[in-house]
């Protein structure tokens, strides 16, 4: 990665920061990633956003240190990641959960598999147990400690996958469509678990890919890509809002957009309202 200076505001608002960033897979015309320069705020929530090929999942794995960019540079806490630092920058502070939790089990156990990590940290193991304890408990997985992976339902399996990272403290997170393959209700558990993360885990930065509305439009940031690029960087609420511009990104609009559209569409002058009783208004029945 080439040398850059990062603005004098990085090391103390920015957990990751990207500058030109440029990729293209091995043997394929076709570019993923082109001069992405974006920014992900320190203990904050970012949704990664846009359609399927977009470049979220490569923006995600060059955060990772998975891939590395053709050009640009990476920056984690304010610091140029290079050669020589990417294992200290990458691998202390960031903790990856993939869309299928399967590729991340390595035990027989769940509590093996939680303290892997932990093991290739030289962690004591009286400080282990107690970590495995803790995480356990904040993660809802007391009671599967003893159980095997692979027996566990799909939101155990990434209750499971989501405590293997967190025991090890990042400080920064990131969640690869963690939601996308569960069924309503175990989406829904697993949705409950990363807010109360959120909120428990002291200054940690999430940096959440996802299709789901009703999942980015609570995150404090937004980062719409479309074709490589960044088309979108700000408060997420105006792109869910805006009815064309979520179906270009490929996203779900809010519930506010879809319905105000459909009444449009059947000729009725919607307006802007956001609760039953500014509808009705708009509508001219109040």
């Known amino acids: 990665m080439e040398n850059m200076t990062p603005p004098a505001s990085s090391e103390a608002f920015e957990a990751v920061a990207l ?7 091995a043997g394929s015309e076709f570019t993923a990633l082109a001069g992405v320069t974006c920014s992900f705020p320190k203990g904050k929530v970012t949704a990664l956003v846009g359609a399927n090929g977009s470049g979220k999942s490569t923006l995600l794995r060059i955060i990772a240190g998975q891939l590395i960019p053709s050009d640009g540079s990476l920056y984690i806490g304010g610091e140029l990641v290079d050669d020589d630092n990417v294992d200290r920058l990458i691998s202390s502070n960031i903790g990856m959960v993939f869309q299928n939790p399967d590729a991340q089990f390595v035990a027989s156990t769940v509590r093996e598999d939680i303290a892997f ?3 290739n940290d030289r962690v004591p193991a009286d400080r282990m147990d107690e970590a495995i304890r803790a995480v356990a408990a904040a993660t809802g997985v007391n009671d599967l400690l003893s159980r095997e992976p692979d027996a566990l339902s799909g939101g155990q399996k990434q209750r499971v996958a ?8 990042p400080s920064i997170l990131l969640l690869d469509e963690a939601t996308s393959m569960l069924d309503p209700l175990a989406r829904r558990g697993v949705f409950e678990l990363l ?11 999430v940096i959440q890919v996802t299709h789901d509305w009703r999942e980015a439009v609570r995150a404090d ?9 960044v088309v979108f960087e700000g ?3 105006p792109v869910f809002a805006d009815y064309d511009r979520a179906l270009k990104l490929g ?13 449009e569409r059947e000729g009725l002058e919607a307006g ?6 500014g509808l009705a208004r708009c509508l001219g029945l109040r």
């Open 162 to 169: 989501l405590a293997g990272v967190l025991v090890r403290r």
């Open 117 to 119: 990590g932990l093991e």
């Open 221 to 229: 940031h937004l980062i719409a890509l479309d074709r490589g690029r």
């Open 19 to 25: 500058r030109g960033v440029s990729f293209s897979y």
């Open 272 to 277: 802007s309202f956001n609760t039953p009783e």
């Open 235 to 237: 408060e997420p609420g």
């Open 251 to 263: 996203l779900e609009p809010s519930f506010e957009a879809e319905l105000g559209h459909t009444l």
């Open 195 to 205: 807010e109360r993360i959120e909120r428990d885990f002291e200054s940690l930065t």
